[in-house]
């Protein structure tokens, strides 16, 4: 796959829509896992697998695959999930979508329950760390400056979806950071990102509504605090700038 950068304005090195070499071990491909998951096997459950980092997205044209910008939604888009340490995962995601693009990489979403068990580590904690909060562990303390962005607009603009889905908020310093570069956001299984920086879709539903996780870089508290945090508001076909997704396999 030839990358392609695009141009944004971001943090340094935020800019970049393409993979860089993952710092991190994973199974590889000798493994039980694919490259850059982790490998999970608890008592009493079946073992699988998880995302290290929150997914990114690439296009896919027949045998050929292209970056996608992950500050652009995909909508209509044949896209296909990937992993990597310090890059910008794809938010302005739907459930439905990520669905899809955990299944073209011959994954899936996590279960709810799959997810809070990695979330909270070995030995299991309310967030990635530890039971207490620590102010900049994770990217939890940004602001999305939706409203500036729209000043004209008042209360109604969080019921835009077209500025909902803009793609300068998260090309906005202060928002979305690289995956992973919050490098004491993680557990004991070498996971990260799970709490703050986006809000991630699992495979729950309840009745019609969808279900994330972990909450985003400016709320990882009001749903429920850390690995707690669920969002149970929204159809699976909605997306806005906050919505990200991980995903898990089933061992080999």
């Known amino acids: 796959m030839r990358c392609r950068r695009f141009v944004v304005v971001l943090l340094a090195g935020l800019g970049l829509g393409c993979p860089l070499a993952a710092s991190s071990p994973s199974e590889g491909k000798s493994g039980p896992c694919p490259t850059n998951m982790a490998y999970i096997a608890p008592e009493g459950a079946s073992a699988y697998c998880i995302d290290r980092w929150e997914a990114q997205v690439v296009e896919v044209d027949g045998r050929k695959e292209r970056s996608h910008a992950p500050t652009t939604p995909v909508t209509n888009l044949l896209v296909k999930a990937v992993t990597h340490s310090g890059v910008v995962p794809q938010g302005y995601i739907s459930k439905n979508e ?88 993680k557990n004991g299984y070498g996971v990260y990102d799970m709490v703050g920086n986006l809000h991630e879709w699992v495979s729950d539903m309840q009745g019609s509504r969808g279900t994330f996780r972990g909450g985003y870089y400016q709320d990882t508290h009001l749903n429920g605090d850390g690995c707690k945090y669920r969002t149970v508001a929204h159809d699976p076909s909605y997306h806005d700038y906050s919505t990200g997704f991980r995903c898990c396999a089933d061992v080999r």
């Open 98 to 185: 990520a669905e899809a693009a955990c299944k073209a990489s011959k994954k899936r979403l996590c279960t709810g329950d799959e997810w809070e068990r990695v979330c909270r580590g070995k030995h299991p904690t309310t967030f990635p760390y530890g039971d207490e909060r620590k102010s900049g562990y994770c990217n939890d303390s940004g602001r999305a400056p939706i409203v500036s962005l729209h000043p004209g607009m008042g209360d109604e603009v969080y019921a835009s979806a077209e500025a909902m889905n803009d793609p300068r908020i998260n090309q906005t310093p202060g928002t979305v950071a690289l995956t992973g570069s919050f490098s004491k956001c």
